[in-house]
């Protein structure tokens, strides 16, 4: 219970009356980002205001400060006297706030909610495994997720649609927050009765030579297949195109060409089944995957909860995959050693 005096009365805690009718913790927050960042515009940028709006905060904080707040040095801002003084109290502020923010969300716990997760095609092989095993940590979230190619989950970040999203690349048509969170790696497929089975680093040019069958326009893997043709100098010789991989794979599997797919594309049959997995020169491609989402973007307690509870989970994705194919393992440890383990190109 809150102290009381002996005549049953409770006094209120210091008050800055003033401040509390006149400033607002918005202007206190664009005064610390420009502090912070040295510059109205870096700020602007940060807080995804207008510059105008953000001189405009600044002046009326200034206004209810009774002192200047910045000075002009050149082209440069600094903090007054009366700014490092209210830039120190923003500090102590936001500090409390925040850990006030972690105290009211460990007291709530996170037994509701909705999660709202955007993949890519060839993530919806592994996607549901993750979020099964986060749903019985916390069966009370419901989830949807909505499985698209590259083209339309790079749409869906651009109009903020979910909540967080997996993708083979990071897009780099507006600043996101990137982080890997598993293994993605690209093999060449061909049918069981292929010539090629059992051959040992079989050159690219020779794998030019063949029919291949790829992804639709818009598909990150086919983007990457085709990059790494390119730079090696050959020419693919695509015969179809077709809109999901297992259409692809049962196109591979009746003969009609071969394919570079994820490793994950093989998670129900494994690389022992109709499937073959060719030795070629520079494969497997050992690229991976991304938990994304819009920079700047407050994420809710069920999504930051999801993203961490992904993180952790990468060591279970690596060992699955290496279960899948054993060989996989010599090819994990190179690209680690050689720092070439993600492809963002």
Known sequence: MPPSSEHGYTPPAAMPDYLIRHATLRQLQVFEAIVRLGSFTRAAEELFLTQPTVSMQVKKLADSMGLPLFEHVGRNVRPTEAGLELYDSCRKIFETLANLEMKMADLKGIKRGRLRLGVITTAKYFAPQVLGEFCKMYPGIDVALKVSNRDRIVERINANEDDLYIMGQAPDQFEIEAFTFAPNPLVVMAPRDHPLVGHKNIPLARIAEEPLIL?????????AILRIFKAAGCRAQVRMELGSNEAI?????????????????????????????????????????????????????????????????????????????????????????????????
Do not use: C, N
């Open 215 to 223: 992804r639709e326009p818009g598909s990150g893997t086919r983007d």
């Open 249 to 345: 794979k049962h196109a591979v599997v009746g003969g009609l060409g071969l394919s570079v797919l994820s490793l994950h594309t093989l998670s129900l049959e494994g690389p022992a089944g109709p499937v073959a997995l060719l030795d070629v020169e520079g494969f497997p491609i050992m690229r991976q995957w991304y938990l994304v989402y819009p920079k700047g973007k407050e994420l809710s307690l069920v999504a930051r909860a999801f993203l961490d509870f992904a993180l952790d989970f990468e060591p279970q994705m690596r060992i699955r995959m290496q279960q899948m194919w054993p060989d996989l393992s010599k090819f994990m440890d190179t690209a680690e050693k050689s720092g070439s383990a993600v492809d963002q190109k």
